[in-house]
């Protein structure tokens, strides 16, 4: 039987934070054993998080004491996960792996880091490797791997059976995305109330530089030139799960009937090795042409929110198609994404007990 | 000086029929003289009329009765705005037509008459010499003209300019669509609250249909091969105001500026003929990356809600573009693009004085 | 061991009806075998439902079809829940009833029968004594069971305590509900979204007249006098979650503390018998100023929106306190609490294997 | 004729400062001449606000550049006023009352000076003469005066013709305020969607201090002892408009009618001088039992937005009565009574060219 790793959640009391306390509750060999906070060091978990998700607070975790964002409190620490905001996750991150840790984080901080891995462990599980050439390069003992943008990834997974096995020509995608994807206190509530707030030029070209990426780690089964990616991005006023609506392009005529198969049964490491946070299907495709939609789809699969739910899979023309998405910004786009990824490094031994 | 125009407004108590009320109390001679209604026959309007939209119910108007939609109560009255639900408008409106009334419709039973216009007063003002044809044809005195779907116009109205100068290849819409596009009641709550709503297949095809049709209906300057369209369109908590994201192919290479030039100094016979409603501009460009959006920009222009709004424009790659756009579903959409309409029939000779 | 009793479950595709079903699938002795319907008879259940609540449709409900209301087709059924709509529920109850059924009613149509239980388990059990009389006068085999208006119940369990134990004057109501209180399709959008709706003095009046009945069916320690009793009722853009600010005053000097214990103290006959449905504690105190809020307290409880959650406690003058609560309306507001009323039906012998 | 006053405002890209720049864009004799700002400074003002309110920023004013909060730089500046948040206002008003400037505050920070009026100009005018006071003690050329919370506003100018002519025991008040009430960016959205939000403590003593002393100013017909407030504030999704539940009991018993009639004459000086910001009625009753609605009456009035709507008057019993009212927060509750004030004081002399 595997031995149980101890598992530090940094951030513990923001959006991603509470969703890792939440999947973690009840894994079968990753526990809990310190939650690291800034605000609120020194008092019971329970009592200062905005629980902002389903289900109660785990009894047990509630009673935890915050702790501060602290390597050396951390010696018996086995996993670090870390979903720490823009800027603050950086430097942070570093010190975790200087100190021996595995960092999974869930920022944007590392992201580009040439021997960073940027995983999606559906799609890209050998990019893990980076983390052998960052330890050399960087003589570090611990790591830092990071996972995407939640709304690149509601992008990518369904783009990536498509790329890897069709000749795609371009994406066209428009986002509309959840509250809870900017963090709290995140958007103020005056620029959402009876309005479609546009993130912007930057969001637009962050979300497209990182499904290229993605989309190029793919194994593909055949060559593929450049694609060309456009995206325009929103919030509305909804709580969790971004939902997309994505153009595809390709160099030559396609078939919708291929498309549906490839979509249905893509699967990857995680299904292969029966990761326990790993849903069976990654892509769940609707048929019904008013879903999937974001009430009803985004807890979608099992763990609940790990299946991102694809639909409205429609012929433009003999080379254009259009999909819709909907995925759980903080489960499958953040937390578990960071547990599914922490299961694959466990599964090929690059985490163990310390 | 012109004569005054009597105007009967049917379904004057509905989201439609208020900005009608709204935009003809100072209007320079049309003239609302008889406000239809169904459920609230007898009363005065302004005890009856949910007046979800800006300002106060005009005072004059407030203490006007309702009346039935009965062409042979409607002596005096020179033309006839018809924004009547789906089914309930097409044999009504027919049956005005042939009283001898001018119908400008805004519901889309006629819309596809072989003989009926669907005009935008900035893009087709030629398809109004339909009417000819249609009065010889079903030997009427009256006749229908209709204005094209709120989020149609959205649509064709950035891509007209674009259509009529560039060799578009296709154009690949998202909208995100208020509410009151749907009348009243109109969108349940629990569908909304939390969620963003699909419209589905029907709604899609249509939007497609319309903008097909309507660009075809353009005066082009270059010869242009069948284009290709995709929609995709749903509702969000939106009160007022469509939002479209749109990409558009080429099929050859373009350049931003020029397409931008296009959109900036695009206008028609509304501006042309200095007609009352006809905005300045019918598009208004924004460079921010953030605008625009549906709260601030969809009361755009003058008469406020006249002119879309059109932002975003960013090349993707060499052959496409994508460009935002915010229009007022109820004035441009509906109400304002009927009234203008109408001017521009009474300014070609097609209405007049009874 | 007790044996099974299968339910039958009339409007199960309504937002009461899914949490039958959702509390159901897990109840250790009620179990689900008839799903009736209206719209969708001959469809899997799965297929047609809006779940609008937490967690999926059981696997093996989703499969079940959706039966007609009839109850000449539930030969095996051993009790019936109704959430029907107001109008439709009378006539059908009644006949359910005839047949030898015991229902538990969630509609407003027989509330105020003369000879009918309007039951909240926790403060007016003995008030099933009615059903002997009920069913001796109309020589039924079977009996109607009513559970009050979810608001109603989310001021009078609060109020219990405080009227059984200290001498009240009156209450001054003020609720803020959700959307789904109204049923489906319910509210318009265009009448909630940057909006607070009143529900008018027939709501109002509705809510008094149930919490003046139930608080005067409670065991008083002391005697009372009439009492009065105003409200004031809303919605607003809430899916879930009846939220009730309640003004207290006193024929006599109260001490906060006091009121405190009673809530805190509060508990009924349901978990004297260890009902499986009852919480531990119907009334959850909360000290924290900005709480209770439907977002975050509406799942209060185990099993999750069955305890009411109580705070603001506060001393407004010498004969004056003020409370707030929030209660979740589909669960301890309609099913949860027709099933809590059906546990306590079982154990006092009012249902049985047929 | 009367010379031309000119305004500089302070906070003027705030919610606040925009009705102030929107209302005295037709003033008859006060000029925006100076618009104050922090973040923003040397920008146009049109570039830079954000404009969320009804119309089109003012073309004139769009133009003018933000400019330092320094009262140096308004040499020609004959009136300040300054809705600037708490805290940073209070230093910033008094440098401005010493270096001359009569001070218009919608600030909290010196609402209790002892020497510093409160003031809803219909209810306690007779308060400015502590202006008098203020500028002897101070040893000040100029002056500070105040007006109320918003919330306050929406409860005092109903409560104030009761108090003044009925034998009031106490005021029971529950808010469900707008979010435009807590500035920009206020409060987060996360707070909101599917939310009521609780205010707590602190704000709902403010509430209860600023009514019990605007009703302590009124001129009272009756002698009155203590009252005895209550209040329970929260914020939800709406943009403007507070809305206000009121239970009020009194010593005796008492009349609907006779409250409605003293309700429905209310007046105060605004009226009688015929101040140009002053409505025709500071309270307009409605009489459907659906209304007063946030978003149909927050704009009520004429000027828009400056009369408090009434409604839902009813008896409880004998002694008990229950009103609602709807309150425009940044108009009536803000810069409208910030104007209305400033004509006072012009009239009664103590503001005047410099
Ligand atoms: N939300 C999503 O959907 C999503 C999806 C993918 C990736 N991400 C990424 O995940 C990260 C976290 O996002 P979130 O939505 O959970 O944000 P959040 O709700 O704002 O939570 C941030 C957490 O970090 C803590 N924190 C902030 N600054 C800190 C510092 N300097 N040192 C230590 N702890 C600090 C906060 O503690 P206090 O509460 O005490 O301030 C809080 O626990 C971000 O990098 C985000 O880009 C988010
Ligand atoms: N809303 C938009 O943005 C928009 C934009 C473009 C086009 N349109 C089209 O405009 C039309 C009206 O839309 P709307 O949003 O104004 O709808 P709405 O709010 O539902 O109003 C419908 C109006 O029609 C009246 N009416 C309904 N059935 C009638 C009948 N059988 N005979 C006579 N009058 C009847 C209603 O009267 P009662 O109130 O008495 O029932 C009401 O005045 C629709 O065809 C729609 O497709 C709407
Ligand atoms: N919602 C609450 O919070 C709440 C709380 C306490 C009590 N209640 C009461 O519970 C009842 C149900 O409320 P709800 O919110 O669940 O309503 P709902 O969502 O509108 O559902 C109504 C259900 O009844 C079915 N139905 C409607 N008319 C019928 C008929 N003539 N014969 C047979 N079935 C019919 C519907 O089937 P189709 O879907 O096929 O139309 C649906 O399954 C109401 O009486 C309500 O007052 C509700
Ligand atoms: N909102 C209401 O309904 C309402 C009603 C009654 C009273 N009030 C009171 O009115 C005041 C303003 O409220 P609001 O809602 O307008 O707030 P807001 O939207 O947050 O605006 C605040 C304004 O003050 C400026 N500002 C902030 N700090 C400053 C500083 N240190 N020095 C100079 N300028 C500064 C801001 O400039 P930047 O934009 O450049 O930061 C902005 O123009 C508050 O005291 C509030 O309590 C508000």
Redesign the interface.
Known sequence: MRRILKAAILGSTG?VGIEYVRMLSNHPYIKVSYLAGRGSIGKPYGEVV???T?G?IPKDIANMEVKPTDPKLMDDVDIVFSPLPQGAAGPVEEEFAKHGFPVISNSPDHRFDADVPLLIPEINPHTIALIDEQKRKRDWKGFILTTPLCAAQGAAIPLAPIYMNFKMD?A?I?T?QS??GAG???????????????????YDNKLVKEVSRILNETKRTIDQDNI???A?T?R????HGH?A?I?V?FKEDISIEKIRESLDSFSGEPQKLNLPTAPEKPILLTNQ???P????DR?AG?P?GMSVVVG?L?Q??RR?I?L?SVIHNTVRGAAGGGILAAELLVEKGYISKR
């Open positions: 959006l905005r629980w902002q389903i109660q371009g066209f428009t509309v509250l809870s709290y206190p995140g958007i103020p509530s005056l620029d959402i109330v009876d309005n479609v707030l546009p993130l912007g030029d930057n060309s990616l456009g325009t929103h509305v006023a909804t709580i939902y609506v153009y392009t042409d008013t879903r939609q974001v009430y009803f807890w099992e609940p409205r429609t433009i023309n254009t259009r819709v």
